[in-house]
C-alpha cells in the first residue's frame, strides 16, 4: 500500500457440529493467503519476522 499503514477487517465463518462424537466443536474458515491452521502470524508477518532473525 505504498509504505502506508492499513487496516483490514476480516470476518471467517465458524461453523459449528453437532454430531457428540465429533472431537471438534467449531471449525473456522481458512483464507488462503492470509491465514494459516493453529498460527498467531499471517503468512507475510511470519516471512517479515524471520528474515529478521
Do not use: H, N, W
Amino acid at each position: 500500500m505504498a509504505g502506508r499503514p492499513a487496516v483490514i477487517d476480516v470476518s471467517v465463518r465458524r461453523p459449528y457440529c453437532d454430531c457428540r462424537a465429533c472431537t471438534k466443536v467449531t471449525f473456522v474458515e481458512q483464507l488462503e493467503g492470509l491465514t494459516e491452521r493453529y498460527q498467531r502470524r499471517t503468512p507475510v508477518l511470519r516471512q517479515v519476522v524471520e528474515a529478521s532473525l
